[in-house]
């Protein structure tokens, strides 16, 4: 399940011990209910005080230090970077999915799964940790590999306009956006057209930074809204 920061300043979890709480990033958000990134952080670490084992992914600067300095549990390490306790290194890109060189515990395996980009196999990582945590064998989770299948909203490849390739993607902050266009650019294309859009008047201190994280990427962007009025 997702817990979000708001959840826990709210105390809808409060109570609820977890077996696993997977760190992924730290990036500007919510901070219409927060006020600050400060604030923001220590609400998010406060899932892992609440659980039994964690994994963390060694490549966000933002609280990985933070997360593993407070933590007493089990911890299983990720990253795209640098060594960890899984670790990958992206081999190449394909329209079907993602190459890259996974390692574990010492041992090597090549993987094609059907997801894109850097951020995508980062997301991986975390879930193939949350599995090993789970006693689940590496050679069941390379086996259901191939069978992934991503969420709708979530680099979304759309097929009912065959004139045309679609990619829906839910990214909705500055460091997303700018992931998700330079995995849409390493796609075979000859133009590409953005739209940005958004919930009415929410969070409106994110925008100067979403136009600046998209400027000039894109031949044509579109900005626009999905509900004009108040956010409530």
Do not use: W
């Given at each position: 399940m997702e817990v979000t920061s708001i959840a826990i300043e709210q105390k809808r979890v409060e109570g609820i011990l977890f077996d696993i709480a997977v760190h992924t990033n730290l990036t500007p958000d919510h901070l219409d209910f927060h006020n600050s990134l400060e604030e923001y952080k220590k609400?998010?670490?406060?899932?892992?005080?609440?659980?039994?084992?964690a994994v963390v992914n060694l490549d966000d600067e933002?609280?990985?230090?933070?997360?593993?300095?407070?933590?007493?549990?089990?911890?299983?390490?990720?990253?795209?970077?640098?060594?960890?306790?899984?670790f990958a290194k992206v081999i190449k890109v394909?329209?079907?999915?993602?190459?890259?060189?996974?390692?574990?515990?010492?041992?090597?395996?090549?993987?094609?799964?059907?997801?894109?980009?850097?951020?995508?196999?980062?997301?991986?990582?975390?879930?193939?940790?949350?599995?090993?945590?789970?006693?689940?064998?590496?050679?069941?989770?390379?086996?259901?590999?191939n069978f992934i299948t991503g969420p709708e909203g979530r680099f979304q490849l759309l097929t009912n306009h065959p004139s045309h390739q679609i990619i829906l993607d839910y990214a909705?902050?500055?460091?997303?956006?700018?992931s998700l266009v330079k995995a849409i650019k390493n796609l075979p294309h000859k133009r590409l057209i953005l739209m940005v859009t958004g919930v009415g008047l929410r969070d409106p201190k994110q925008r100067p930074f979403i136009g600046k994280a998209v400027d000039g990427k894109a031949d044509e962007i579109v900005v626009t809204v999905d509900y004009p009025g108040p956010y409530k």
């Amino acid at each position: 399940m997702e817990v979000t920061s708001i959840a826990i300043e709210q105390k809808r979890v409060e109570g609820i011990l977890f077996d696993i709480a997977v760190h992924t990033n730290l990036t500007p958000d919510h901070l219409d209910f927060h006020n600050s990134l400060e604030e923001y952080k220590k609400a998010k670490l406060k899932l892992f005080t609440r659980a039994k084992k964690a994994v963390v992914n060694l490549d966000d600067e933002g609280m990985s230090k933070d997360i593993l300095s407070l933590f007493k549990g089990q911890v299983i390490t990720y990253s795209m970077k640098q060594k960890a306790d899984v670790f990958a290194k992206v081999i190449k890109v394909e329209k079907t999915g993602t190459v890259f060189q996974l390692h574990v515990s010492g041992d090597n395996y090549l993987v094609k799964a059907p997801i894109h980009e850097d951020y995508n196999t980062a997301n991986f990582l975390a879930a193939f940790s949350a599995c090993l945590h789970m006693k689940i064998s590496i050679q069941d989770l390379l086996k259901a590999a191939n069978f992934i299948t991503g969420p709708e909203g979530r680099f979304q490849l759309l097929t009912n306009h065959p004139s045309h390739q679609i990619i829906l993607d839910y990214a909705h902050t500055p460091e997303a956006l700018e992931s998700l266009v330079k995995a849409i650019k390493n796609l075979p294309h000859k133009r590409l057209i953005l739209m940005v859009t958004g919930v009415g008047l929410r969070d409106p201190k994110q925008r100067p930074f979403i136009g600046k994280a998209v400027d000039g990427k894109a031949d044509e962007i579109v900005v626009t809204v999905d509900y004009p009025g108040p956010y409530k």
